[in-house]
């Protein structure tokens, strides 16, 4: 479990840690800052094409292999971010980074292959708490490298902290995919299995829109704080951080729960939670109470319903075919990062200083809604086919 957070940390670490260098990378490469911030969206994409194809590659070849591989691919490429003087180079290995992905959406699997799913949702559930301290610590960690060494020392301590987390894998992880495909055609076939699969779909949906939320906040949360409310940039990152420690929260409540409730009802609760901050932040702000509380009070109900409904709609998206639980990882893990993205674009889309807040909280609520919706779903196919009272309860 220590190996699996830790993959699960560096997979994080990898997106934001040096975020406090951006602009000084822009002036060493003497490049626009839209050119050196492609490291940040072009990241994104590969990992979601990764994810697609590293799930269907662990089904088949087993998990240790491609975890090991990936955390090779992103040493080199971590080295390789460090020695640039490029910054088309430096982006080329910057994509090459992605393959850390493995770590996140295998990490899962590994979960899921070991035990059941409600025992992995609880399991999961402390993995997540990583995903929530690694984002906060991360560009703390990594402006100070900046500023005492230079942006390049982040790159330096990716090529390390890979290095060591590889020799971990290497002496600390098992095969775990006991069953692998004997071979893509077998595999591929089993495919429509799952793509049939209402649940599943139900499971991912969920997950992909109470993440969007949180994207959503991402995105508007510094255009609302700073024109409506006056908050500085130093108290922003304070304020932004309340959502990730609602979702740390919440994730420390799936590892104590998960195991003795349904993975529908944990997703509910998750969902309620979220949907009743969101709603009662709205009507407050709808009436003119604009201020800290009634918005990041809200928003911190939407970290813990994150913490509560994720482990659980993880565990059950890979239960529903455990024998292809790397490609449910990878198509769960990239349809999410793709409703976040898109998400992410029609909030700063919409959002103006005048109708921030409302347009915010509300894009907020309505992804959370859905998310609600995609769990009642999952619930009732249960309720009809009588699982709801079986050993895992799926």
């Given at each position: 479990m220590i190996t699996l957070v830790l993959l699960t940390a560096l997979s994080v670490l990898s997106l934001n840690m040096f975020?406090?260098?951006?602009?000084?990378?822009?002036?060493?490469f003497k490049a626009d800052y839209a050119l050196v911030n492609l490291s940040i969206a072009g990241y994104l994409a590969i990992t979601a094409v990764l994810q697609v194809i590293m799930g269907p590659l662990s089904d088949r070849y087993g998990r240790r292999p491609v975890?090991?591989?990936?955390?090779?691919?992103?040493?080199?490429?971590?080295?390789?971010?460090?020695?640039?003087?490029?910054?088309?180079?430096?982006?080329?290995?910057?994509?090459?980074?992605?393959?850390i992905i493995a770590g996140a959406a295998l990490s899962r699997a590994v979960i899921r292959d070991m035990v059941p799913a409600q025992e992995a949702a609880s399991l999961m559930g402390y993995v997540s708490m990583a995903m929530a301290v690694a984002p906060m610590l991360g560009p703390m960690f990594g402006g100070a490298l900046d500023a005492i060494f230079g942006w390049r020392a982040n790159f330096l301590a990716f090529t390390g902290l890979?290095?060591?987390?590889?020799?971990?894998?290497?002496a600390d992880l098992g095969e775990t995919n006991k069953d692998p495909s004997e071979t893509f055609a077998r595999q591929f076939r089993s495919y429509p299995e799952l793509f049939r699969s209402?649940?599943?779909?139900?499971y991912s949906l969920c997950m992909a829109f109470s993440t969007a939320a949180f994207y959503s906040f991402l995105s508007g949360a510094p255009l609302v704080a700073q024109t409506m409310l006056g908050v500085s940039s130093a108290e922003l990152g304070l304020y932004i951080g309340s959502i990730t420690g609602g979702f740390f929260f919440g994730s420390f409540l799936s590892g104590r729960f998960a195991k003795r409730h349904t993975l529908t009802g944990m997703m509910l609760?998750?969902?309620?939670?979220?949907?009743?901050?969101?709603?009662?932040?709205?009507?407050?702000?709808?009436?003119?109470?604009?201020?800290?509380?009634?918005?990041?009070?809200?928003?911190?109900?939407?970290?813990?319903?994150?913490g509560l409904t994720m482990p659980s709609s993880n565990a059950g998206a890979l239960s529903v075919r455990p024998q292809l639980a790397g490609s449910a990882s990878g198509l769960s893990g990239a349809l999410?990062?793709?409703?976040?993205?898109?998400?992410?674009?029609?909030?700063?889309?919409?959002?103006?200083?005048?109708?921030?807040?409302?347009?915010?909280?509300?894009?907020?609520?309505?992804?959370?809604?859905?998310?609600?919706l995609a769990a009642l779903s999952v619930r009732q196919i249960d309720r009809r086919e009588g699982l709801l009272n079986t050993p895992d309860r799926i």
């Open positions: 975020l406090p260098s951006l602009p000084g990378m822009a002036a060493d975890l090991l591989a990936g955390l090779a691919i992103f040493v080199v490429a971590s080295l390789g971010c460090a020695l640039a003087t490029d910054v088309w180079v430096f982006l080329a290995f910057r994509i090459l980074q992605g393959a890979g290095a060591i987390l590889l020799l971990l894998c290497w209402r649940r599943f779909w139900g609760a998750g969902r309620i939670v979220a949907c009743s901050g969101l709603l009662i932040g709205l009507a407050f702000i709808a009436s003119g109470t604009v201020n800290l509380f009634t918005l990041f009070g809200a928003t911190l109900c939407v970290g813990i319903g994150n999410t990062v793709g409703v976040g993205a898109i998400f992410t674009s029609i909030t700063g889309a919409i959002l103006t200083p005048e109708n921030g807040a409302v347009a915010l909280v509300g894009m907020m609520l309505f992804c959370s809604a859905v998310g609600l």
